[in-house]
């Protein structure tokens, strides 16, 4: 699993499909520390997002601030890789034209892989719609240029 550069900042009250990765993965590193409380994906950060963030940064040692910046993301990431690795899960939460983030970089960095070359710049915009439309087309999957669960596991298959 290839690291992706992570630019955004998340917190209490962000929302979207890179809330939805980070719970993905406070849920994965739990089988490694399960004190960690389990989380609901869904792409919403709230109090126990903000509670398992802040026990997570002070099992690894990171400032215990309850937000997802670099250190944290990329502190995520390495646990999680090394507890689920080779591939990437599908984050739990759809991301589709319009959507922006780390989640939608990941998925643009994939489908340049799959043959649907692309700028990895984490705007889902009208081209990254036509290569996901093209790739679901190929791959016998409904084409409604959503990435889901099926599209998701397609790409990391």
Do not use: H
Not at 26 to 47: E, M, Y
Not at 56 to 74: A, H, R, S, Y
Not at 80 to 107: D, F, H, L, M, R
Not at 129 to 148: E, P, W, Y
């Amino acid at each position: 699993m290839a690291k992706p550069a992570y630019y955004s900042l998340n917190q209490y009250g962000s929302s979207g499909p890179d809330v939805g990765l980070i719970q993905k993965w406070i849920n994965g590193v739990r089988t490694k520390w399960t004190s960690i409380i389990p989380l609901t994906v869904d792409g919403k950060f709230g109090t126990n997002t903000q509670k398992a963030v802040k026990q997570f940064q002070t099992i690894v040692g990171l400032t215990v601030d309850g937000k997802v910046g670099n250190n944290t993301w990329n502190a995520l990431y390495d646990n999680y890789a090394a507890i689920i690795a080779p591939g990437e899960q599908y984050p739990g939460v759809y991301i589709k034209n319009g959507t922006k983030g780390a989640t939608v970089k990941s998925a643009q960095a994939r489908l340049t892989v799959k043959g649907y070359p692309l700028t990895a710049d984490g705007i889902f915009g009208s081209k990254t719609l036509a290569a996901t439309k093209a790739f679901q087309a190929a791959n016998g999957l409904s084409v409604d240029g959503i990435i889901g669960n099926n599209t998701w596991t397609k790409l990391y298959a």
